[in-house]
């Protein structure tokens, strides 16, 4: 990395590495799995081309990512295991943030989009596995397909940690199928469980799906309590 803070401390020495503009952002964009290059720019507008290459050469340099071939002239990126530790310190970041922005007296874009029902789904499954923190099972372990808006994920719940990729295409003891709106107002204590099952596709074991939909629905586990909905579950 060019720029430097240039201190004698290990907090600052993480920075330097990844304190760029966009570079956690890449990184957030991979722990949902591999992705190419036109891929991680268009979910990252107003990113340049140039700017993303430098990005992803860093953070290639850095040993946080790695290219892999598929046999095509168009590789793919992903995290390496360096990479993929960083995965508990973002969600915790994100989980600061919700909480952060909800005290804020004044409106904002933040506080905003937890309202919208505009969000793309990559942004509504990795919120999955925050709430899933709150809802831990540990001896619930199993794999399950959800689909957001037809965008298929893999949900891997083992030994009371949750993980979701995209795409669906392997074995799953458990399917929902649901939309960004509806995962979003049963995140915000809009819908109760009656509601949201009603409006959502299930099938499969019912105990990964009554585990995936406490992770989801909040209302009955949340709904008497005098504090801001999602802000709730921390």
């Known amino acids: 990395m060019a720029r ?16 760029e503009r966009w570079t956690l952002l890449i990184i957030r964009d991979l722990f949902l799995g591999p992705q190419r290059f036109g891929d991680l ?9 140039n ?18 071939s ?17 995965r508990p310190s973002i969600r915790t ?22 309202y919208t029902d505009n969000l793309q789904p990559d942004s509504v499954a990795l919120a999955i596995e925050i709430f ?16 957001i808006d037809d ?23 458990a399917t929902i199928i649901s939309d960004v709106a509806t995962i979003m107002q049963s995140f915000r204590m809009e819908l109760s469980l009656e509601e949201a099952r009603s409006r959502m596709k299930m099938s499969g074991d019912q105990k990964a799906l009554a585990h995936l939909l406490r992770c989801i629905v909040h209302k009955e586990v949340h709904g008497d309590s005098n504090v801001t909905p999602l802000a709730a579950s921390f």
């Open 41 to 49: 720019q268009a979910a990252l507008p107003g990113i340049g081309a």
């Open 132 to 147: 899933a923190a709150y809802c831990p099972e540990p001896d619930n372990n199993y794999v399950a397909h959800i689909l």
């Open 70 to 86: 598929t046999g095509d002239a168009r590789g793919r990126y992903r995290l390496t295991d360096t990479g993929e530790a960083l």
């Open 51 to 68: 700017l993303l290459s430098k990005r992803l050469k860093e953070l290639e340099e850095a040993g946080l990512i790695e290219a892999v």
């Open 4 to 19: 430097t803070y240039n201190q004698d401390c290990i907090l600052a020495h993480a920075l330097d590495l990844l304190g």
């Open 151 to 173: 965008f298929p994920y893999t949900i891997y719940n083992m030994n009371g940690q949750m993980t979701v990729r995209r795409g669906g295409d392997g074995p799953a003891v």
């Open 93 to 114: 970041m994100m989980k600061w943030s919700i909480m952060y922005f909800f005290e804020r007296p004044e409106s904002c874009p933040a506080r905003e989009c937890i």
